[in-house]
């Protein structure tokens, strides 16, 4: 079930806000702008966006919204025959709906939460989480966070025993994965020359912030290592400003070592990283970062030098595992290295069993 918040209109601005206040903030809008009157009066920025007409279709109609009773009330109907039912909830706007379900459900519900809730740990029955989320709690991080800001700091305490700490994000790209991958992809990537080098361009966010200079960049570096690629592939993300895969098209697009996927399906993102030699990919993205270390291969980090905060602690954190290298530019991209993948889905379900089987549970 997914999490739906309202779009159109000024809603963009209010991704702030709890989920449930931004739907009644939206719905009250919707209900004025219904108005032929009104919505000819203010028509503008602001109104204009909003599809008032067919308000039923508005969405993703196809996914069943999340809703806390419903689910409360389908494993309760379940929990004689199924058992405990897990439920798993990703990100801020998950957080009410899972803390609901296991208020109202105790004893038929596992609670796992994954990403940082921020308050009420003790809501949820697992909270998973990367370790450079408490990196506010060390002694780097309070020098960095000036002492009227520290109360509202979060987390404000040391994880408890229903925290797991994870060294990066979770992701799907476990080895069963990349191993259909790697069937799925092998007519287009195996016969590329090797070594196969892939290229992920994330885009600029809030603690790791850039622009074209960072572009400009690696452009200059691509250049300079491409005698020691066999193939180069590169993607962008849904974030990459459009002035950056400008650049980098212009540079690249007629190169004969470079192809550029250009958004059509399928998306080569599993194939990419079940058959390259080698990464080089943007700072900002913790995602890409975190599955290309789960294969063991080289990974080159582009722009660690703009990122602050817990971003760098990340980055110090992979460094230190020996899983990522700067990406200078001066590199032999045919030299091969290795270190302990990233296993953190792996670890993250071993506990989970574990504090199942402490309270009676198996998982089959």
């Known amino acids: 079930q997914r999490i739906i918040r309202p779009t159109g209109g000024i809603n963009k601005w209010l991704h702030f806000l709890p989920i449930s206040l931004h739907k009644m903030v939206d719905q009250v809008l919707r209900h004025i702008l219904s108005n032929t009157t009104f919505t000819t009066l203010f028509q503008g920025k602001l109104s204009a966006p909003y599809p008032v007409s067919n308000v039923q279709s508005l969405g993703l109609s196809s996914v069943l919204e999340a809703d806390s009773r419903r689910i409360v009330t389908m494993v309760r109907d379940t929990f004689e025959k199924e058992g405990l ?77 229903n925290v797991v700490l994870t060294s990066g994000a979770l992701h799907q790209a476990d080895s069963a994965a990349l191993r259909v991958a790697a069937t799925n992809w092998h007519d287009e990537l195996a016969p590329l020359p090797k070594p196969l080098v892939v290229v992920n361009i994330g885009g600029p966010t809030r603690n790791c912030n850039y622009g074209v200079d960072l ?78 270390c789960s294969t063991g291969k080289p990974v080159y980090v582009v722009g660690t030098e703009h990122c602050r905060w817990k971003f760098s602690d990340f980055h110090n954190t992979l460094q230190k595992r020996g899983a990522v290298r700067p990406f200078t530019g001066s590199e032999d991209m045919s030299d091969s290295w290795s270190y302990p993948p990233l296993n953190d889905a792996i670890d993250v379900a071993a506990r989970v069993r574990e504090v199942l089987a402490q309270r009676g549970w198996t998982v089959g």
């Not at 990403?115 to 020098?143: C, E, I, M, N, S």
């Not at 540079?251 to 993102?269: A, D, L, R, V």
């Not at 943007?282 to 890409?288: Q, R």
């Open 85 to 161: 039912a897990i439920v798993i909830a990703c990100g801020r706007d998950t957080i009410p709906y899972a803390s609901s379900v296991r208020c109202l459900a105790p004893d038929n519900v596992f609670v796992i939460q994954i990403q940082h809730p921020r308050y009420r740990l003790d809501r949820f029955d697992l909270v998973v989480t990367p370790r450079h989320d408490y990196y506010a709690l060390t002694a780097k991080g309070q020098q960095g966070v000036p002492w009227l800001f520290r109360r509202w700091i979060t987390p404000r305490e040391p994880p408890g025993p």
């Open 215 to 292: 572009a400009k960049q690696l452009v200059s570096s691509l250049h300079n290592v491409s005698e020691t690629c066999g193939s180069v592939r590169i993607s962008f993300s849904r974030r990459t400003p459009q002035k950056v895969s400008d650049l980098i098209l212009r540079e690249f697009s007629t190169h004969p070592k470079f192809y550029i996927w250009g958004g059509e399906e399928p998306n080569p993102h599993l194939g990419h990283l079940a058959w390259a030699d080698a990464f080089i990919i943007t700072a900002d993205s913790i995602s890409m970062l975190s599955e290309a």
